[in-house]
Each structure stands twice: as structure tokens, then as C-alpha cells.
T-cell receptor, first 114, second 110 residues
């Protein structure tokens, strides 16, 4: 059981380039999330999805787009990368249960933009 | 929006001592209160959580206490060990969304 898998693990981009980060989960979770984590800080929510075909903005959505075409996959896109987007990106998923459920995280993608 | 603060930001203890980290939040709608542990270069991992209808929960050396009236909850680690050294995050939330605190770096000295 792989859980939450993120690809790629590392990437270096030049300013202005585009790329897509892929998150896949095999736990049949309804909810999926993208966070970014900068040095010395907690995780900040970029976008999230409460089900296939749905997306919503989090705390820091500017400069990012997402898509959830299949329940098991959640894609994060950077259309025109900027140095301020250098960060570690984490994907997470959870079930839909009233009262809250733990989020399960992937190993992260370390992204550097030059 | 939700304002989440953790204290202290760094904590150094001797092996065997206890450690306590406090998390305050502002959104009274929060109904789920987890604590995550993150080792250097690794993913955050849930270590304990509590829901708003419970005041305290224990799991071996780890406990969480919740005061909904005062809007804070705390992580308690007893008999600390060097492998407890990590960054700990609180992440109160509701409706499937979590807001993470800035983290507390715990260092356990042998």
C-alpha cells in the first residue's frame, strides 16, 4: 500500500518555465490538498479538492493552478515559475468524515527556481 | 481567517524530562485538533489528535489536552528520548481544512 505518492521528488526550473507536480493516492480518499513549506515555517495551504472534478483556493493560491480529473490524482501546476515559488511542496489526502480525520502526507517535492 | 500560534518556538530538554507545547487558535468553529511530527527532510506524520467532544487523550508517552473555551490545546511528551527530537506542528481545523502553526523545534539531549 503506497499511500500518497508525489512525483517528481526534486526539480530545478528557470524563471518563467512551467511544470506540473503529480500527487497520487491509493486510499480512495475524497479530499486532497497541496501545501508549500518554506524554511522555518509551517505548511500553508495552496489549493484543495473535496472530490473528483472540484477544486478550491487555500491561503496562498496565487501563481498556481490545480486539477482533479480523477479521484486518485491531484495535479499542481506552475504556469510561469518565479523564484518566490522555491519551496518544498507536500500533497495530502483524507477521508470525508464529520469531526475531522488525519491527513496523510506524501514525501514532498523539493522545487528550486533560479 | 484562522490565527494559529505555537509556543515555544524552540524547546530543549534533557532525556527523561517532560516537554509541553501549547497551541492557541482563534476560530471557534475548529473541531479537530491534531499534532504532527516532522523529522528533518521527512513528511509530517500524525502523532496524536483530539476532537472537540473530548478534553484529553493519551497514547503511551504522548498526550493532548484541549480547552475549547480558552481556544488552546497542548501536546505533552513524558520521558523524552533523543528520537523525539523533531519539529512539532499543531493544525487545528474544521470541514476538512487544517491551519498549521509555525512549528516548535524540540531538541532532546542525551
Amino acid at each position: 500500500n503506497a499511500g500518497v505518492t508525489q512525483t517528481p521528488k526534486f526539480r530545478v526550473l528557470k524563471t518563467g518555465q512551467s511544470m506540473t507536480l503529480l500527487c497520487a493516492q491509493d486510499m480512495n480518499h475524497e479530499y486532497m490538498y497541496w501545501y508549500r513549506q518554506d524554511p522555518g515555517m509551517g505548511l500553508r495551504l495552496i489549493h484543495y479538492s473535496v472530490g473528483e472534478g472540484t477544486t478550491a483556493k487555500g491561503e496562498v493560491p496565487d501563481g498556481y493552478n490545480v486539477s482533479r480529473l480523477k479521484k486518485q490524482n491531484f495535479l499542481l501546476g506552475l504556469e510561469s515559475a518565479a523564484p518566490s515559488q522555491t519551496s518544498v511542496y507536500f500533497c495530502a489526502s483524507t477521508t470525508h468524515v464529520r469531526g475531522g480525520q488525519p491527513q496523510h502526507f506524501g514525501d514532498g517535492t523539493r522545487l528550486s527556481i533560479l | 481567517g484562522e490565527n494559529v500560534e505555537q509556543h515555544p518556538s524552540t524547546l530543549s530538554v534533557q532525556e527523561g524530562d517532560s516537554a509541553v507545547i501549547k497551541c492557541t487558535y482563534s476560530d471557534s468553529a475548529s473541531n479537530y485538533f491534531p499534532w504532527y511530527k516532522q523529522e528533518l527532510g521527512k513528511r509530517p506524520q500524525l502523532i496524536i489528535d483530539i476532537r472537540s467532544n473530548v478534553g484529553e487523550k493519551k497514547d503511551q508517552r504522548i498526550a493532548v489536552t484541549l480547552n475549547k473555551t480558552a481556544k488552546h490545546f497542548s501536546l505533552h511528551i513524558t520521558e523524552t528520548q533523543p528520537e523525539d527530537s523533531a519539529v512539532y506542528f499543531c493544525a487545528p481545523g474544521e470541514g476538512g481544512k487544517l491551519i498549521f502553526g509555525q512549528g516548535t523545534e524540540l531538541s532532546v539531549k542525551p
